[in-house]
């Protein structure tokens, strides 16, 4: 139609000439009609109606009439603007043409042009910067005010594997030692109090993935393993807040031996071999009661062992993925298995005689764990940067979601105090309340910190010095004190 093509035109010339206007305003760029020219001219368009033949009542057709030249006087209006500021833009270029042939007849027109955007550009970069700065400052000074009070503290790092750390976990009984399973194909057991390690199994031939005293592996084997541990004397914790920052973001060796130290031994032999899989052997937990075993694997099952003669008591089938995770409920017979297919499903095992499963989809993006809680909940978290909060009761849609920056690995939370503790792929360590209210961020600077990609966390609520772990890929374990009353207090 020829009034929108104008119209188009118009509307572009007149949406780039309104900075200019702003800044010109020594006359007016736009001319309006007067009141009688309008009615006039609206009297003429009635007239013209009045002699067409049309089945549109008389009131409907006069609205219209009005509403189209009213549209019509603000497509005119813009016309006019834009032929002004065309005017405008072509003396400024002569001028400057000018004033380019009057330096030994160079033209400097693009030039001035260019060095005038240059400015302007510049300037809007300064202001951007200022603002980032200022909002990254008032971050930081709310970070260390919080840092300073010793709401989450680094206690201690356990350090000695040779490579990456996949998972951490805490045993459930005495005495409780710290484990952790690492790409370097073995698996450790730690003094949480002294940071010594206690044992180093080396029975894998893959990579180990979980350590609950049981490990699976990427040799497509679960082992269970026995070994009687003998905790050392504590040492007095350091703090070394106080010490001058130390640049360690290009380390790539963990402090201390790569070996691990030399007085630690070594297993070999497991006292018991879980070979039911035909993939990668991805996670591995005690069912309560701790007579049987789940384990998850890359071929897509989960398997339910017998510990005592290893034999497969049920496979758990369904996923169309790899099965990333599995997790067992602290006081339940029910299992949560976690896949690729951006699903987790609840397995339940209380009723001998039937074994019901659900299925439940709420991801877009690989479910990476699911975790139960002491009650009736579990919590899963994604590669698609959210963790979700459910209820057992009700599972058709989570009653909390939490959405980060970042994938969020295997998720643990606290037993007694239900915070949620969340490892990213972005090297952050971050708690939530299970309503989803972020708590805080654990300390990370090149002092303190994960230095690489958090893997895993795990908390150990009755510990009085560290009740928090972590792991990374920068092949260390770390050890946490969280202050939760306080930490609850800022809530």
Sequence with gaps: MPVEGSGGGGGGAGGVGRQPKQKRKSHSLSIRRTNSAEQERSGSHRDALDTQDSKLPMSLRSNLLDLFSQIEREFENLYIEN?????????????????????????????????????????????????YKASTSKIVSSFKATTSRAVCQLVREYVGHRDGIWDVSVSRLHPVVLGTASADHSAALWSIETGKCLLKYLGHAGSGEICSVSTASGDQTAHIWRYMVQLPAPVPVVDA?????????????????????????????????????????????????????????????????????????????????????????????????????????????????????????????????????????????????TVKVWDLKNMRSPIATIRTDSAVNRISISVGQRIIALPHDNRQVRLFDMNGVRLARLPRSNRQGHRRMACSTAWSDDNPSCNLFSCGFDRQAIGWNINIPALLQEK
């Design 241 to 385: 807040s106080g010490e001058d920052e130390i640049d360690f973001s290009d380390k790539d060796e963990a402090d201390g031996d790569p070996d691990g130290p030399s007085d630690c031994p070594t297993l070999r032999v497991a006292s018991t071999a879980l070979r039911s899989h035909q993939g990668v052997v991805i996670c591995a937990d005690w069912l309560v009661g701790g007579k049987q075993v789940v384990t998850a694997s890359w071929d897509r099952a989960a398997n339910l062992y017998d510990v005592e003669t290893s034999e497969l008591v049920h496979s758990l089938t369904g996923h169309d993925q790899e099965l990333t995770h599995c997790c067992t409920h602290p006081a339940q017979r029910l299992v949560v298995t976690s896949s690729r297919d951006t699903t987790f499903r609840l397995w339940d095992f209380r009723d001998p005689a039937i074994h019901s499963v659900n299925v439940f989809q709420g991801h877009t993006d690989t479910v990476t764990s699911a975790v139960f809680t002491l009650g009736d909940n579990v919590v899963s978290g994604s590669d698609d940067r």
């Design 83 to 131: 032929i002004e500021l065309r005017r405008e833009i072509e003396t400024l270029n002569e001028r400057l043409a000018a004033d380019g042939q009057t330096i030994d007849g160079v033209d400097l027109a693009k030039g001035a042009l260019k060095t005038k955007a240059s400015h302007s550009t510049s300037q809007l970069s300064q202001k951007l910067k200022t603002t």
